[in-house]
């Protein structure tokens, strides 16, 4: 899967000079994130990232400035909004949730969104240290939050797999697509789960899959990842052979089960799989169309 298209630029983070002028810079393009929601416009909506000179009064008003980066020489800086009142109108601009509208947008638009809406969560749930309760502040262009005895705290990504589970059938594969209670009705995608610590991508990858549907797998072939902010997520996707075919479904994780040919994947009656800007899509297509 695709990600953000800026060049990160990472030795700015710390050259207070450049920041500062970054903020002035009349270029200087911004994403403003207001309750976790994106700025759009249009159908189908396109990201609106107006510049430094276009929204002042964003500028303005903006609790936290986070560089993420340059496109070509321009940066780029998320703003985030106070949540308590309305940010100030940029014409023909609407705040939409990333979940909803993603969807839309196109591939260097969801990945540059995503890191933005994930910054703006990081910064909203780090105002505090962990352990004193005391301020901390933003640092290194918002890479970091520092507390009063000078800890720094760094943003975190919470890793989680993804695996479709595959086994054949006499001259025929199949792939297993399960959905969960808070799926949408119909909808139904491949296994995923939390990393936990201690544990390899691997080893997650059978434990979930024992936990959930009851299945031992083996051989699981790393597929692509994506980053998923929501909050704070790195979407690791993987393909692994069934060594048992008996399902036992984990009721609180999982409603139903059912093992799909690539043609029934293909042709889906009665049910669909997640849309394309979720890389649950582009693993489940990419085995029905023979191309993992």
């Known amino acids: 899967m695709r990600g953000d298209p800026l060049d990160r630029a990472a030795h700015l983070r710390q050259d207070a000079a450049f920041l500062a002028s970054a903020r002035e810079d009349a270029r200087t393009k911004v994403i403003p994130i207001w309750r976790g929601r994106c700025l759009v416009q249009g159908r189908p909506a396109r990201a609106l990232m107006p510049t430094v000179a276009e929204a002042a009064s964003l500028v ?97 990504t919470d890793p989680a797999v993804m695996v479709l589970v595959v086994r054949t059938d006499g001259d025929e594969e199949r792939a297993l697509l399960a959905r969960g209670p808070a799926f949408p009705p119909g909808m139904f995608s491949a296994l995923a789960g939390f990393v936990e610590p201690g544990e390899t991508l691997e080893e997650c990858v059978v434990r979930e899959t024992l936990e959930e549907v009851g299945l031992e797998v083996e051989n699981p072939r790393y597929f692509g990842s994506q980053p998923w902010p929501f909050p704070r997520s790195l979407m690791i996707g993987f393909v692994a052979d069934a060594a048992t075919t008996e399902l036992e479904l984990d009721d609180a994780e999982i409603d139903s089960a059912q093992w799909l040919t690539r043609a029934e994947v293909l042709a889906p009656k009665g049910f669909f799989i997640p849309p394309p800007f979720s890389l649950a899509h582009h693993l489940i297509l990419a085995w029905a169309r023979a191309e993992i």
């Not at 340059?70 to 998320?78: A, S």
């Not at 109108?89 to 990945?111: K, R, S």
């Not at 933005?116 to 505090?128: I, K, L, Q, V």
């Not at 507390?147 to 760094?154: I, M, V």
């Open 60 to 156: 303005e008003v903006a609790e936290d400035f986070v560089f993420l980066g340059l496109d070509g020489d321009v940066p780029v800086m998320m703003l985030d909004m106070p949540a308590a009142s309305e940010p100030p109108q940029i014409e023909g601009g609407t705040y939409l949730d990333l979940f909803v509208v993603g969807m839309q947008l196109p591939a260097e638009e969801q990945a540059l969104l995503s890191y933005a809406r994930g910054m703006a969560y990081w910064h909203r749930s780090h105002r505090h240290d962990p352990k004193t309760g005391l301020p901390t502040r933003l640092v290194e262009g918002g890479f970091a939050r520092q507390s009063e005895d000078g800890t720094k705290h760094f943003p975190r």
